[in-house]
Nanobody, 115 residues
Framework: QVQLVESGGGLVQPGGSLRLSCAASGSIGSINVMGWYRQGSGKQRELVAFLTITGSTNYAASVKGRFTISRDNAKNTVYLQMNSLKPEDTAVYYC?????????WGQGTQVTVFS
């Protein structure tokens, strides 16, 4: 089992930045990919970015060039640096750990971008 705890959400004005953190615990050695997802009000959950154990990354087209996913292995933490935030980035952001054919999710952290 892998447990995930997100933090770092909050309120920010358009053009601002936030850094989300996802701290993993438990069977972290079994994780093969880490990802960030988001779900806006009335919308489906969507992939924002993912990072594999080999270091490969991928981003949704809507965030490419603005968001960066990274990790600190010593802290068992994955980050999502979000720059040039837009109102449409407003959502609950979730961290997900891929473990074999299953997955673990965090509880989510709210990001609100307002004028």
């Amino acid at each position: 089992q892998v447990q995930l705890v997100e933090s770092g959400g909050g309120l920010v004005q358009p053009g601002g930045s936030l850094r989300l953190s996802c701290a993993a615990s438990g069977s972290i050695g079994s994780i093969n990919v880490m990802g960030w997802y988001r779900q806006g009000s009335g919308k489906q959950r969507e992939l924002v970015a993912f990072l594999t154990i080999t270091g490969s990354t991928n981003y949704a087209a809507s965030v490419k060039g603005r968001f960066t996913i990274s990790r600190d292995n010593a802290k068992n933490t994955v980050y999502l640096q979000m720059n040039s935030l837009k109102p449409e980035d407003t959502a609950v952001y979730y961290c997900k750990a891929g473990v074999g054919y299953s997955a673990s999710w965090g509880q989510g952290t709210q990001v609100t971008v307002f004028s």
